[in-house]
């Protein structure tokens, strides 16, 4: 580099070396260190040591002062000048007093503190412009986040100390500076301000308020204030500036005049009722909206798709003037509608879409395969998403702050310009360097709620988000053209909403789509009009055929907030269009379903109703706290465990891993398929797969990836025959998806006893019920209490071995068979003969000395069918469902409503 200077400048020898020691000094100031750090300050010679300038009092020095903002004291209004006259006659005659600017959004804040700023950089004096947030920031020129400035914490808390080396370029930098600005400072909690008048007193050696400089805090708290997690309001009123003991020595001015809707002075008006809790409000603290500001209801569009249209009308109009696109946005509570809201906008986008993955990566990487999956489908907040669809001339947002010097900060909007592999190339939107091209690289992201995720992990991605749609804090102190606000759930109204309301400038350019009539699933009649369901799919079954075979149907679980369950239905080529919308454990608003009686052969759940939805039903993926997969809860029945059921009828959720899927094979005019399965407690059982199951689950089990894939299986019965075996009813359901953390367990165990599973898969098992022999070798008694009995209905009734209990002198004598089902073998009893005062009858099928039941299994089985195809009227009972598939009763399996019945 000397050679450099020699050559090209024309330096002597000595003074290219002291060019270059002053340069790399400069270097490293900026990084909090200097030439004497590396014992190389005896090479400065005298002279060199004084003229060193840090390299950001240089950049301070040298900025650039926009002609519109040197001319803007002159535009200031009368509020706005009597600040402006006072503040900068504290700058320039070294006045020690600190100032709070109060005024509502869009009373013209910023545009003062650009003023000041103009004015004092003009003088080639030193003004830092400091904001809470990257934001707002980015809006002031040479604006930086006051943390990043002040090198102070993050998520710390109780008292702050700012990260300062005293040697550094920044702390010199901040000695230098004249006038300090802190927009929304409201929004930043009081022990933040505190460490900055810390910071200033240790750097300036003086013991007054901020060392004496002039600082120029400013906000609007009816905007957003600090935020406490879980923190009720006055938490936040607390941890905010008003209650530091800073607030009492701020000189205050207030701003009333509302710049920005000045054109609409009744808009104006009725933002400021809103931000000072002016409204009327309803019991419950919600006020009421002009209906001039809430879009008109519309059948036919979803209300979602109703606002994009008043947002976003035409993308033709933003073809010649991209960065003109970030003038308009929805603002949204919540990010999951944020990304869900971007989504829809990248695919109406015109142009080819580019797609850029994550490589999500487990802390332990044992742990990759198996959460790989899962880590992909989830999107932390404040994360990237996994997959980044974007197109070129889209707006994006970022997402960190990457180089705030460069204008790079959290919140920077910018526009896409070009797709390289490894980097974007884009251009900022908004602030002070409009226009500049600028790289955005892949970093290493982790998520701020690790305790909320199974596994610790790190998303490699660009730290980006599309912007149509936006949170409303991230839209605190901008100015949009249109605004469209989408609140699917109530929020603040002196806060959010009022934030919302005052980015517009007219109120012809601002439109609110409300929140929904929500109903519990419970309360849902066949009776209810207008409402919206907030659920979660708990299931989702293989769509099928009806039993008479002209329509496609799927059945769909829904779980609200409050646990209550209610079934829904999708026919027919409607179930294409929920492929991908209507996903399981994922939380969907659903407007307008139609209502419907179940058919009684289907009920199993208190509601009596159905819902059902088709392609013309507005469903929209929504974020509700609370309403997770993560707070699914089931009562799995352990393999080891169905030879105790007693329960006549039970409804067991089983978690079991597959060993093996056998044929399909017709028995009595029903199909089966028998799949071998297991669980941790490698005791082999069988699940058999009746009729339509043994059509769409069986062939799905089959083909399930992995060696030994886990499903849980939902309201399957105990098969009496057999004692520990499990086969469907009609209302079982199978989930194939394993995300919930249970099937991850034992899928992870699946992977470490892989061996055992396939001996187990492979070798044909032990008996399983094979009963103690006789104590007594002379004995041919059979101790068999605690045994699972299965007693052949065909052959005699239940209800009489009931009455033969209360008999005195009663003998029964079984018959013991051995059977072999699907591999596993076991003992079948059925009664040989019955003694009752000492005589003694011997059964016998053809002839039973017992009465039979009034059907036998297969008549009524028959009657099922009949019945599930009958009107909803007709009674079906509940044994229908229950009669037990063996090889010598046909199976009663549920054939799905019509059609007809259900729309
Ligand atoms: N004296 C003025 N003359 C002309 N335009 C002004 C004046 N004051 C403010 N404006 C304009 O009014 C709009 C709102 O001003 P500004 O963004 O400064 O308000 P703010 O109080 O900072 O708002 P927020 O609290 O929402 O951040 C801007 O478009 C700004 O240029």
């Not at 120029?216 to 009816?222: E, I, K, P, Q, S």
């Amino acid at each position: 580099m000397t050679e450099d200077y020699i050559s090209i400048q024309k330096f002597t020898r000595d003074r290219a070396r002291q060019v270059l020691l002053q340069a790399l000094n400069a270097e490293l100031q900026s990084m909090g260190k200097n030439l004497y750090d590396f014992q190389l300050s005896h090479l400065l010679t005298s002279d060199s040591t004084t003229r060193v300038i840090p390299k950001e009092v240089q950049d301070e020095m040298n900025l650039s002062i926009s002609e519109d903002d040197l001319r803007s004291p002159a535009l200031l209004n009368p509020e706005q000048a009597i600040a402006y006259d006072e503040i900068l006659d504290a700058v320039l005659n070294r006045k020690a007093k600190s100032f709070f600017i109060d005024g509502p959004g869009g009373t013209g804040k910023t545009f003062l503190y650009r003023a000041l700023l103009a004015q004092v950089r003009s003088q080639h004096l030193i003004a830092l412009a400091t904001a809470s947030s990257g934001v707002a920031a980015s809006i002031l020129p040479n604006g930086r986040t006051a943390h990043s400035r002040f090198q102070i914490p993050i998520n710390a808390d109780g008292k702050l100390c700012c990260s300062i080396s005293k040697q550094s370029g920044l702390a010199a930098l901040i000695k230098q500076a004249i006038l300090i600005i802190w927009d929304e400072a409201s929004m930043a909690k009081k022990e933040t301000i505190e460490a900055l008048d810390w910071l200033l007193r240790d750097l300036t050696e003086d013991d007054i308020l901020f060392g004496g400089k002039v600082v120029v805090l400013g906000g609007d708290f009816r905007q957003v204030l600090p935020v406490i997690p879980k923190g009720t309001k006055i938490d936040c009123m607390n941890a905010s500036l008003v209650r530091s003991y800073l607030w009492q020595s701020l000189i205050k001015f207030k701003l009333k005049e509302n710049m920005r809707a000045k054109t609409d002075p009744a808009f104006s008006r009725y933002i400021l009722q809103v931000g000072n809790g002016l409204e009327e409000e309803n019991e419950v603290g919600e006020i009421k909206l002009p209906s001039s500001l809430i879009l008109e209801p519309n059948t036919q569009l979803p209300p979602l798709e109703q606002l994009i249209q008043f947002v976003f009308p035409s993308f033709d109009l933003h073809r010649l003037d991209p960065l003109s696109l970030t003038t308009s946005a929805i603002l949204t509570p919540k990010n999951q509608a944020v990304d869900e809201i971007n989504e829809v906008m990248i695919g109406k986008f015109p142009g080819k879409e580019h797609t850029y993955l994550s490589f999500d990566e487990t802390s332990d990487p044992t742990q990759q395969g198996l959460y790989i999956d899962f880590l992909n489908s989830v999107t932390p907040q404040g994360m990237p998403s996994h997959c980044l669809n974007l197109k070129k001339n889209s707006p994006i947002l970022l997402l960190r702050n990457i180089n705030p010097s460069q204008g790079l900060c959290n919140g920077t909007r910018l526009i896409c310009k070009e797709f390289r592999s490894h980097l974007i190339v884009a251009q900022i939107a908004v602030g002070e360097r409009k226009g500049a091209t600028v790289f955005i690289p892949r970093i290493p992201l982790q998520p701020n709620d690790p305790q909320h995720y199974p596994v610790q992990f790190t998303r490699r991605q660009f730290p980006i988000r599309a912007c149509f749609a936006m949170t409303i804090n991230k839209a605190q102190g901008q100015t949009l053209a249109t605004v469209g606000i989408y609140l699917p759930q109530p929020v603040f109204a002196h806060g959010q909403l009022y934030v919302t309301l005052s980015r517009a400038t007219t109120a012809a350019k601002i439109r609110v789509q409300m929140a929904p009539n929500i109903k519990a699933l419970k309360d849902i009649t066949l009776a209810s009009k207008n409402f919206t369901v907030q659920a979660i799919v708990v299931e989702k079954n293989i769509p099928r055929m009806s039993s008479s075979g002209t329509s496609l149907y799927q059945r769909i679980m829904l779980q609200d907030k409050e646990e209550n369950r209610m079934q829904a239905t999708v026919f027919g080529y409607d179930i294409k269009v929920f492929e991908t919308s209507l996903k399981l454990y994922h939380t969907y608003s659903i407007t307008n379903p139609t209502v419907r009686l179940t058919p009684e052969m289907f009920r199993f759940l208190e509601n009596k109703n159905q819902l059902g939805i088709n392609a013309r039903t507005p469903v929209e993926e929504i974020e509700i706290d609370g309403l997770t997969m993560r707070t699914m809860k089931y009562n799995f029945t352990p393999i080891t465990s169905l030879q105790q059921i007693k329960e006549a009828n039970p409804r067991l959720d089983v978690l079991f891993v597959i060993l093996n899927v056998g044929p399909r094979k017709f028995i009595n005019n029903s199909y089966v398929v028998d799949v071998r399965i297991t669980d941790q407690s490698l005791q082999p059982s069988v699940l058999s797969l009746w009729d339509h199951f043994s059509e769409y689950e069986a062939p799905a089990m089959a083909n399930l990836p992995g060696s030994f894939p886990v499903v849980i299986g939902l309201r399957l019965k105990t098969s009496k025959y057999y004692g520990c075996t499990l086969a469907t009813r009609n209302s079982s359901s199978f989930i194939f998806d394993v995300v919930l953390p249970e099937a991850i367990t034992l899928q992870s165990w699946t992977i470490a006893n892989t061996a055992k599973l396939r001996e187990l898969a492979t070798t044909e098992p032990e008996y399983l019920l094979m009963p103690k022999g006789p104590e007594n070798p002379e004995d041919d008694a059979i101790k068999i209490a605690n045994l699972p009995i299965s007693v052949d209905k065909g052959q005699i009734a239940l209800p009489v071995l009931h009455k033969l209990a209360e008999l005195k002198e009663c003998s029964i004598t079984l018959k013991a068979n051995m059977n072999s089902y699907a591999g596993i073998n076991q003992l079948r009893f059925t009664v040989h003969s019955i003694s009752i005062d000492n005589s003694t009858e011997t059964t016998d099928r053809s002839e039973p000395l017992l009465a039979l039941p009034p059907n036998t299994p297969n008549k009524r089985s028959k009657k099922g069918h009949n019945d599930s195809t009958a009107s909803a009227s007709t009674p079906t009972t509940e044994t229908t469902e229950e009669t037990n598939p063996t090889e010598s009763s046909l199976p009663t399996q549920e054939t799905p409503a019509s059609p007809n019945q259900n729309k």
